[in-house]
């Protein structure tokens, strides 16, 4: 019996089809305690990571290394004063310490914020003063540290600061200092529903806003991993993720290990299709889960045998008909799809036992009570267009959805207007039940797997000189999904050429962080409006 059936009941039709999902947990259920700690003592040599790089190092942590490791860094972070409900910032790629810095985290009831290393020094200083982050933990590749120490100088908060690997001026070596600790922890008091994680996501207007995930979110995760990635209990999976972003927390820790399924960790910087299908074969994983993004790269490239995948999912974006139907024929695995976000666990999904339709996010979750409203309210007919909402159980809250926006209740009551769950993505649902993507509500771009917000693009752009007014949208692309388009109105004195369309591009793309680059910049003698004044993107969204 694996660990998670501690946690929750099930219930199954004669095709072995989840119908029925509960969970049972007590008060003070804590993720590294409960689940990491448990299983080590249980099964001490049980794999639980097995990690490489592309300089060929490997690394194969068990769960009982787990426990002890999470323990020595917990003390680590105890010991500098580190406590429950502070907020520590982590920047750790795909760096086998996440994995132990994440448990350690909750282990002493710290809040995680799992954060990209492509984040410049802008985007730290925002996230460092907001959430008053007491400590960041930071790869020491590039000079990602270097962005680190500035972005802290020019908040002037009394943050502490860690590096792994190698020793950094100005940081503890958390690796070092690891080793002088006691692999020992005597269990600290915390609570289910105290925070355990926040993650900024990026909306319509404004900077990115901390969603505030509780003790429960893992549990939440089971039927992610076991009914819709299929792991299981000896297996090894596969999610192409960095660490900070939602994706980690959906595809390579929580309900894996949940299933006690060891994660294998391919430590990357730049994409590879064919190094991919080399790291699967030679660990030989059994399930794997991958953005669209992945998919189309992998089946434009010619797609290798890979003899011990079992199972093979994705979500994030909408995925063409043709990437699933050439990918099982080289593979004779049908792509899972599913639809979930950084606010909530898998709400909807292709389940083991269920029937596939190429294209389709699959059917809701025995978890999530689901609806399909229009703009006022009312039910949608089948194959109609409306918003997707989330309506929890009577009287009471809806594990698996996020607990609190930072610092912005209003905000939260918005998205909890009329006792649902307003997800912002717009769907329909056909006469079998099946539900197919539509788009986002809001103007939210999501280009390569990556969620970016259109303010974000236009306070940058709105610094170059020669912009009058601009907006940011995206527009299909046919690798990434959605690419950045800046569509520009120039200032008075300046001239729309090509050169100066490059010269903006490259202005922008210098204080962007990566994946919110401008691939396209488009001029227009005057930008659509509303009667009101906002600028119709729906207009500008046409390439």
């Known amino acids: 019996m694996s660990i998670y059936q501690k946690f929750c009941t099930e219930e199954f039709d004669e095709k072995g089809r989840l119908v029925k999902f509960e969970l049972d947990y007590p008060e003070n259920f804590n993720y590294g305690y409960d689940v990491v700690d448990s299983i080590a003592d249980a099964t001490p040599d049980k794999r639980a990571i097995v990690w490489c790089n592309t300089e060929g190092a490997e690394r194969i942590f068990t769960f009982g290394e787990m426990k002890a490791l999470s323990n020595r860094a917990a003390n680590v972070l105890l010991n500098s004063g580190i406590k429950k409900g502070d907020r520590v910032l982590v920047l750790l790629k795909r760096h086998y310490e996440y994995w ?45 540290h270097e962005r680190v120490r500035e972005a802290v100088k020019e908040t002037g908060l009394d943050i502490k600061l860690w590096s792994v690997q190698k020793d950094i001026e100005g940081f503890r070596n958390l690796n070092t200092d690891m080793d002088a600790a006691s ?28 969603v505030i995930h509780n003790h429960t979110y893992p ?14 209990d000896g297996g090894l999976h596969f999610t192409v993720a960095e660490t900070g972003w939602a994706k980690g927390s959906w595809g390579k820790i929580y309900g894996q290990w949940l299933t006690e399924s060891a994660v294998m960790v391919f430590d990357f910087d730049n994409f590879d299709p064919k190094q991919l299908i080399t790291i699967i074969n030679r660990y030989e994983v059994t399930t ?26 994705t979500a994030g974006e909408a995925l063409n008909p043709e990437v699933f139907k050439r990918f099982e024929e ?7 799809e599913g639809f979930g976000q950084s606010e909530s666990t898998l709400i909807l999904g292709n389940l ?34 409306g918003e997707l909402v989330v309506i929890p159980p009577e009287g009471k809250s809806q594990v698996g959805i996020f607990c609190e926006y930072l610092d912005n209740e209003a905000m939260y009551k918005h998205v909890w207007r009329g006792g649902v769950y307003h997800t912002g993505d717009t769907v329909w649902k056909d006469e079998e039940g099946y539900f197919w993507f539509n788009g986002r509500i809001d103007d939210v771009i999501k280009t390569g797997g990556f969620r970016v917000g259109p303010f974000e693009i236009e306070n940058v752009a709105m610094q170059h000189e020669a912009v009058m007014e601009c907006a940011a949208v995206g527009i ?51 930008m659509p409006k509303t009667f009101s004044g906002k600028i119709r993107k729906v207009e500008l969204k046409k390439d």
């Not at 350690?104 to 492509?118: E, Q, Y």
């Not at 269920?354 to 039910?379: A, H, I, L, Q």
């Open 183 to 210: 692999p020992e922890l005597e269990r600290q008091d915390t609570h289910s529903l105290e925070p355990m994680l926040m993650y900024f996501t990026s909306g319509t207007t404004g900077y990115p806003k901390g």
């Open 330 to 336: 080289k593979t004779g695995l049908q792509i899972a």
């Open 352 to 385: 083991v036992g269920g029937d596939f339709k190429p294209g389709s996010m699959g059917k809701e979750t025995p978890f999530y009570k689901v609806g399909v409203v229009r703009e006022d309210g009312t039910e949608a007919d089948a194959n109609e267009v």
């Open 219 to 232: 549990l939440a995760h089971i039927i992610t991993a076991k009914h819709w990635q299929q792991t299981v």
């Open 100 to 144: 132990i810095v994440a448990v350690a985290l909750h282990k002493i009831g710290a809040v995680l914020i799992p954060s990209t290393h492509m984040l410049t020094e802008n985007d730290m200083v925002y996230r460092f003063k907001c959430a008053d982050v007491k400590a960041v933990v930071t790869t020491a590749d590039g000079d990602v």
């Open 476 to 526: 299909p692309d046919t690798l990434r999904g959605q690419a950045i388009k800046l569509v520009v109105m120039v200032a008075p004195g300046h001239e729309a050429t090509n050169e100066l369309a490059k010269e903006i591009k490259d202005f922008c793309n210098k204080k962007l962080a990566e994946y919110k680059w401008v691939r396209h910049v488009e001029f227009v003698d005057e």
């Open 288 to 313: 794997f889960c991958a953005p669209p993004t992945v998919y189309r790269y992998l089946v434009k490239k010619g797609v290798s045998p890979m003899p011990s995948l079992r199972h093979a999912c």
